[in-house]
């Protein structure tokens, strides 16, 4: 008791503000010691209890679980380096690894600078007109009627301003992200971030505003809780444009027009990346409540890890009854897809719902990649197949599976006695997205061609852009220069940790 006094002694003399809203961290400090360090899980997990908590508190713990859903999906960054590096070759290693570290850049500043304004503030049914540079009225964390700024399209949202800036620039990064592995090993590097900053200031934020903006789709009733559409898609029909535009890598195809397999360096990398992936997208998908809402938050986790683990029986099985073998880069793919499949539709379906949405998820990224090496569409890590064809599957599986006893504004879809209607509005979003991103990033890609360049020269992906563009490899042979020679004749026999042969051999060989 003493310790929480302490704390609670020194708390009392220190308190925070948050745009203008006075919170006392005493209260946080009170009800985690003198409750005997239990108050705040149980705040986490009892309705009960969430519902009698200090309006004060619940900003704080809100803003602190946007923060922390917010890091998960950041460090998703990591996982798209890893992947997109492993499923390709060694002499692009760093590559790769420097255009997912350096898109970040690209993405989160044109996002501050331009993006968030034109995405969430304030304008018409197509864009938003103010905000730039988080600038212009806002109170938040004020909700709803209490509100009152220029970004009236999160006031659902109970937190401070910089925190919904944190958490959808940390969406906005991934979009990018999913383009740098449909045009790896052949385009060249500045090129990848002019178009990255490009996108994710106009087209990404121009689609956003329709969707989450509250623009014009919104309005239609349109739904995509966490992106299967305005972050998987975009970034899919982005890099499909890139590899039609680019074309395919050096041999990937021979003159019969046949596949040519290009392995990948290394299938650990691949895995682990996979894997921080799979992590991340619990933030992904649970972080959209943008509430520490107790229900909320277990059921998307729920339905999240369901179609994700259906995803990868779905890859495993569709792809031993094409080839006869267990693809471990499908298993992957698979998993991904069945996140990917989702993210739109994981607040409104039953957890039966989320294994059906994955199975088909995990069987569709197998065929697609297939379909799009028949159109010689080179894609080294299967980006297209696995965000742009499951992030359709997933938004039209909204109009499909949803619920009403999750969502009564998005009600039942049509497996579920809600007619077409919902289906039909997730229909016209596939494709109205679609169609404004295939075209406006094409007139992007064809500009940077045009001025700057695009593709890396035939010498140049012969050698491998480490050495061309970064100079430096991801794996440099051991180099003996400047190591001086150790004279063996002074080691002492025996030693521990010495062969007899090393003891025997003459300095330098």
């Not at 203008?20 to 899980?41: H, K, N, Q, Y």
């Not at 380096?81 to 692009?92: D, T, V």
């Not at 080691?491 to 051999?505: D, F, K, L």
Request: hydrophobic share 55%.
């Amino acid at each position: 008791m003493s310790l929480s006094n302490n704390f609670v002694g020194f708390f009392d003399k220190n308190e925070t503000h948050v745009h203008g809203l006075r919170i006392a961290i005493t209260d946080i400090m009170r009800l985690v010691f003198r409750s005997g360090a239990l108050a705040l899980p149980l705040l986490l997990t009892s309705s009960v209890a969430w519902a009698d908590v200090d309006p004060e508190v619940q900003v704080i713990v809100d803003t602190l679980w946007v923060v922390v859903a917010g890091i998960l999906v950041f460090f998703m960054n990591a996982g798209f380096a890893l992947l997109e590096s492993g499923f390709c070759r060694a002499k692009n290693a760093v590559n790769i690894l420097a255009k997912n570290f350096s898109v970040a850049a690209m993405a989160g500043l044109s996002f501050f600078i331009f993006g968030f304004g034109l995405m969430f503030a304030d304008g018409n049914p197509y864009i938003g007109l103010e905000g730039f540079l988080l600038a212009g009225a806002d109170n938040s964390p004020s909700m709803n009627d209490a509100y009152a700024g220029v970004f009236s399209s999160l006031s659902w949202a109970g937190v401070p301003l910089e925190a919904k800036f944190f958490f959808q620039a940390c969406f906005a990064m991934a979009a990018a992200s999913i383009v740098s592995g449909a045009i790896a090993e052949r385009i060249q590097f500045q090129s990848f971030l002019v178009f990255a900053f490009v996108l994710v200031a106009i087209i990404y934020s121009i689609t956003g505003h329709w969707i989450w903006g509250a623009g014009w789709l919104a309005d239609m009733g349109f739904w995509d809780f966490a992106g299967s559409t305005q972050v998987h898609s975009v970034g899919g029909w982005a890099a499909l444009t890139g590899a039609l535009i680019l074309g395919p890598r050096i041999g990937k195809y021979d003159a019969k027009g046949k596949v040519r397999p290009i392995p990948g360096h290394s299938m650990a990398l691949a895995t682990t990346g996979g894997f921080i992936l799979w992590v991340g997208w619990f933030g992904f998908n649970a972080g959209s409540t943008m509430a520490a809402a107790p229900g909320d938050i277990a059921h998307i986790a729920t339905t999240t890890l369901l179609s994700s683990l259906a995803g990868i029986a779905g890859a495993i099985l569709a792809a031993y009854l094409r080839s006869r073998s267990f693809d471990l880069s499908m298993m992957i793919n698979g998993c991904l897809a069945g996140l990917v499949g989702i993210t739109a539709p994981c607040a409104w379906v039953s957890d039966l719902s989320s294994i059906i949405i994955g199975l088909v998820a995990g069987a569709l990224v197998v065929v697609f990649v297939e379909v799009f090496d028949a159109l010689k569409i080179d894609d080294p890590v299967g980006a297209t197949s696995v965000h742009l064809v499951c992030g359709i599957w997933g938004t039209l599986a909204v109009g499909l599976f949803a619920q009403e006893q999750f969502s009564s504004d998005v009600g039942n879809g049509l497996l579920f006695g809600g007619g077409s209607t919902l289906f039909v509005a997730q229909l016209i979003g596939v494709a109205a997205v679609g169609g404004f991103v295939l075209i406006s990033s094409s007139i992007v890609w064809l500009l940077i061609r045009a001025t700057i360049g695009l593709r890396a020269s035939e010498e140049e992906e012969m050698l491998g852009l480490d050495i061309t563009e970064m100079r430096m490899r991801a794996y440099a042979p051991d180099d003996m220069s400047g190591m001086r020679s150790v004279d063996t004749s002074a080691t002492v026999p025996g030693a521990p940790g010495v062969s007899p042969s090393a003891q025997q051999a003459p300095a330098g060989e």
